[in-house]
């Protein structure tokens, strides 16, 4: 995580930060680690798995299990993914990780996967790409909880990086909208109904 909030977005996961501060605060606050806040060293599925669900625990349900051994083997298989090396994982590997777990909440894995085969076919630095899509969906998410006017969009990338095509671009757009949407929907739902048990 990286310099906004990290405590609070870790803490807004399922059963961890509630009644800390309030929802809408929380999920402000969300910041998902951005290429360059993500461990340089290479690291085991464990590692990988644990680090995951930290970054996009403000989105999980109580009793949800984000991701798992089997999951992360499965999307390697299936090549949404690519295949560690040596089992080891790196930078990529993890980026690419928070993208389809955090997608998989509102499309099937086919889905994500074929996205993913346009975001590799695209030409644009995937990390960038990915740092760039993390901003957008925090500014969607920020906007849902928020009664103020939605914050200004990202700024383009520098010329000398490829820039998404118009067709990915609103591609990406509409999915990190439906992401944003749906965690919205199932966090104040949550709250609620945590409400109603406690009374």
């Known amino acids: 995580m990286g310099s ?20 809408a605060e929380r999920m402000r606050a969300v910041h998902i680690a951005r290429v360059a806040e993500l ?4 690291l085991y599925l464990d590692q990988v798995i644990t680090l995951v669900s930290q970054e996009l625990a403000f989105m999980t349900l109580p009793g949800e299990t984000l991701v798992t051994g089997s999951m992360v083997n499965n999307y390697v298989k299936q090549g949404v993914i690519p295949a560690p090396h040596r089992k080891r994982y790196t930078r990529r590997h993890v980026a690419s990780l928070v993208f389809v777990c955090a997608l998989k909440r509102v499309f099937s ?14 030409g644009c630095d995937l990390g960038t790409l990915y740092d760039d899509t993390c901003a957008l969906f925090e500014e969607a998410l920020a906007a849902c909880f928020s009664p103020a006017p939605a914050p200004p969009a990202p700024e383009a990338p520098p010329a000398d ?10 591609l990406l757009d509409a999915a990190v909208a439906a992401l944003a949407t749906k965690v919205y929907v199932e966090q104040t739902l949550g709250e609620l109904a ?3 048990g406690r009374s």
Do not use: C, F, Y
């Not at 906004?4 to 929802?23: D, I, Q, S, T, V």
């Open 39 to 42: 461990p340089r060293i290479e």
């Open 109 to 122: 894995i086919a889905q994500v996967k074929s996205l993913m085969e346009l975001v590799q076919a695209s």
């Open 4 to 23: 906004r909030e990290k405590g609070a977005a870790h803490g807004a996961g399922a059963g961890e930060g509630r009644g800390e501060k309030p929802l």
């Open 194 to 196: 945590e409400g109603e």
């Open 161 to 170: 990086a490829p820039a998404p095509d118009d067709g990915l671009s609103r």
